[in-house]
């Protein structure tokens, strides 16, 4: 099931490249839903055409209301995965609608969220990396760049080699968005005027409110350039073209994948930093801001493009070479295969671990302090407010362990949990909050560790040393696959449980590796 809107003020980015994410998914057997607050009537039917159910939201966007009625939705349909597209969908939007019973993928461009409780996170641009994403679950899987770009099927062949962007033809395609709020279009359709020899095609969408300027400016070019609106065979104008002149959205990652030398315009804030990227990169050039960015200089660089030192052969092979490599086509296919991957393996979905911080510090200390607590440990006496927070800010600093918070699916947290003496091996800690204890999730925290920590810590064995008078611990941890250990380390009055890691080496994947 999917979430996503479309408008004139947001574009249609986010739902088509859903829809490219739906594509893949069918491909595979699956069934999509659709569900929408807003979409332009024009869309329907394209989702209808793809085999895509649409269900409208009635509750105001990203409104409580309306994580309410998508988790409704979602479980009515009984749907393995929920995905999130768009920046309206907030913390408390995503931590809402994280409590269904199935898995959570967001797709994001911009890192913007204070913190990200998905299962999944996608950002398939160019400027994506780990660093927009440090307060996200230790159990949130990332993709990231060109190579997961969500491009629609009639992506995934690859351009011919005789097509016309090889050949001395000068084509040029306009691609500003479907609305092009600025009618940024227009600027560039001045900016063609003064190129002589050339073809152009401004592509626009239905929901264009600047559609007859656009065709009057076409009826004074003298045959330049022609204004195609709803166009269904984006591939086929795109392998037309010898240049783009295209705003800094989604549509880089389409022009790059049909290997199609671009000027790139932005129209929107979040554009700028991949803009620039895809020019640093050498990938794509990026002109400017569009307010600022006059007519002469667009004018300039078409004609060096087309008819100065970058219309070479030997650029031009260049330009397709890094576009290639930035994005293939095959992305939706890559990103439904992690999907099914994890799917498969979200045995513990109703919990996920966090990186503890300065914040868990009073939190931790008052389970420590509980009685039940005091006497389960090795150390019973009180612990004095100074000692533990020196302890606390030891164990951040410690790259030898690892300090993780567990919470539940509405943010509730349920434990501490520690990792010492990392390496192939490490000794877990468990504390759990005096008002979870015997609700049975006790063994659940433990199993969801360990396989975490398996996979992201890449441990060979996890050891727990536990008092002999502590029968509940005892229980939890032979519940969660601990087995005695003749380990002689054991404190005294204690006994040494271990857990091995059964998956073959090859099989634990770090969460940051991308998929062959």
């Known amino acids: 099931m999917i979430r996503a809107d479309a408008s004139m003020e947001m574009g249609t980015g986010h739902v088509m490249r859903c829809l490219a994410l739906a594509q893949a998914w069918q ?245 700028r930093a991949i803009s620039a990227a895809l020019h640093e990169h050498h990938v794509m050039t990026h002109l400017g801001w569009y307010e600022s960015t006059d007519e002469s200089t667009i004018t300039e660089a078409i004609k060096e493009h087309l008819l100065g030192p970058l219309s070479t052969r030997k650029k031009q092979e260049d330009t397709r070479k890094r576009c290639k490599e930035l994005c293939d086509g095959q992305g939706a296919a890559r990103v439904v295969r992690h999907m099914t991957e994890l799917d498969s393996q979200s045995q513990h979905r109703e919990i996920s671990f966090w990186p503890a911080s300065m914040e868990d510090r009073t939190l931790v200390y008052q389970w420590a302090q509980d009685p039940v607590s005091r006497q389960a440990s090795f150390e019973s006496a009180s612990i004095p407010w100074e000692d533990h927070c020196a302890w606390f800010e030891r164990k951040l600093a410690d790259s030898a362990s690892a300090l993780w918070i567990c919470r539940s699916t509405d943010n509730k947290a349920l434990s501490v949990v520690r990792f010492d003496e990392l390496c192939d091996d490490a000794v877990i800690s468990i504390n759990i909050a005096p008002d979870c204890r015997g609700c049975g999730l006790g063994s659940k925290i433990v199993s969801a560790a360990c396989e975490v920590a398996f996979k992201t810590l890449r441990l060979r064995t996890i050891k727990a040393f536990i008092k002999n008078s502590n029968k509940a611990s005892l229980r939890i941890f032979e519940k969660s696959g601990f087995s005695p250990s003749a380990d002689t380390e054991a404190p005294a009055g204690a006994r040494c449980f271990m857990r091995r890691n059964d998956a073959n080496a090859e099989q634990v994947v770090d969460n940051q590796t991308p998929l062959p």
């Open 27 to 271: 491909d595979k057997g699956g069934a999509v839903t659709l569900a929408s607050s807003a979409l332009p009537a024009s869309m329907v039917p394209l989702l209808a055409r793809n085999g895509i159910q649409h269900v409208p939201v009635v509750s105001p966007s990203a409104s409580q209301a309306d994580a309410d009625e998508t988790r409704a939705l979602h479980s009515s349909l009984q749907a393995h995965w929920l995905v999130v597209d768009g920046y309206h969908f907030d913390d408390q939007y995503q931590s809402n609608v994280r409590q269904i019973n199935g898995c959570l993928l967001t797709i994001d461009d911009l890192g913007h969220l204070s913190r990200y409780v998905a299962d999944l996170v996608l950002n398939q641009n160019i400027t994506a990396g780990h660093d927009l994403y440090p307060t996200r679950s230790i159990t949130t899987d990332l993709l990231f760049g060109g190579r997961y770009a969500l491009l629609r099927r009639e992506f995934q062949t690859p351009p011919e080699q005789g097509s016309s962007q090889t050949s001395d033809s000068k084509n040029i395609l306009v691609m500003m968005g479907g609305s092009d709020p600025h009618n940024t279009a227009a600027k560039v359709a001045h900016a063609l005027f003064h190129v002589p020899g050339i073809h152009a095609r401004i592509i626009a969408g239905a929901l264009n409110p600047h559609l007859p300027t656009l065709h009057q400016l076409a009826a004074e070019s003298q045959g330049k350039i022609e204004v195609l609106v709803n166009v269904q065979d984006m591939v086929a104008q795109m392998d037309w073209a010898n240049l783009a002149v295209s705003a800094g959205g989604t549509s880089v990652l389409e022009l790059a994948s049909r290997q199609v030398p671009t000027l790139l315009l932005s129209i929107a804030d979040n554009q």
